[in-house]
């Protein structure tokens, strides 16, 4: 019924955590489900400790992507093998909170797809203010108002998700894309938790043009 799918590059430190948390909440929903972890062409021994779980979980599904190939491409990956009535999204650091899955789910009837929104984003001053800047353009431009859509904690109706041709950064636009194509949304506040292990991997500035570039096509692609 659920299918998780979790793009991961180098998160040794943080990957088995989340696992344990991630099959505690589906077990005690009592609902038939598989996590699909892709794994984006890590060069530390996240691939490694990802075989080993594997053995010992048969509802964990591991793909590996070389060489890297961005979050977008992980994603897409991940959606092409879910089986899934829902598909259920999230980031391998930790920050996003499972505990949050059973209300996403409860949410869904009615709708195509549930957005997590950040409440007391645990993340530096500089990467909330850019947050906040990116979403301002992008609403503006697009002519929406969502509130968090750099929240990667997303429940999908499989058919509203898959078969989408994710070009990289697209991944930054599933709220725009569902609606595109006909789907109905709905934001949900979420808890957001401080990254204590590994690192962050992209950095506000990095990303800024290449983020208003995809933006530029998602409205042509809009238009």
């Known amino acids: 019924e659920i299918s998780v ?8 430190e943080s990957i088995g955590g989340l696992l344990d948390e991630v099959f505690s909440t589906l077990n005690s929903m009592q609902i038939s489900h598989e996590v699909i972890v892709v794994n984006d062409g890590s060069t530390d021994t996240t691939g490694d ?8 979980s048969a509802a964990l599904r591991v793909l590996t992507l070389v060489p890297r190939s961005g979050q977008s491409a992980a994603f897409e990956a991940g959606f092409r093998i879910a089986r899934g009535e829902l598909i259920i999204t999230m980031d391998a650091d930790g920050q996003n909170d499972p505990g949050d899955i059973p209300h996403l789910i409860e949410t869904i009837p009615g709708h195509d797809a549930v957005l997590g929104v950040r409440v007391d984003r645990q993340d530096p001053g500089i990467r909330k203010f850019a947050q ?15 509130r968090d859509v750099g929240c990667s904690l997303k429940v999908f109706r499989r058919e509203i998700i898959q078969g989408l041709t994710l070009y990289d950064g697209l991944h930054r636009f599933f709220p725009y894309l569902v609606e595109m194509r006909g ?8 808890k957001h938790r401080p990254r204590l292990l590994g690192k962050s991997k992209y950095s506000p500035l990095g990303r800024g043009i290449p983020a208003f570039l995809d933006l530029l096509m998602v409205k042509r692609m809009k238009k």
């Open 5 to 12: 799918v979790i793009p991961a590059f180098n998160e040794e």
């Open 49 to 56: 400790l990802l075989q080993r779980l594997q053995q010992t």
């Open 132 to 146: 906040k800047i990116a979403n301002t353009v992008r609403n503006t431009l697009l002519g929406t108002r969502f």
């Open 183 to 190: 789907g109905k949304t709905v934001e949900v506040e979420v």
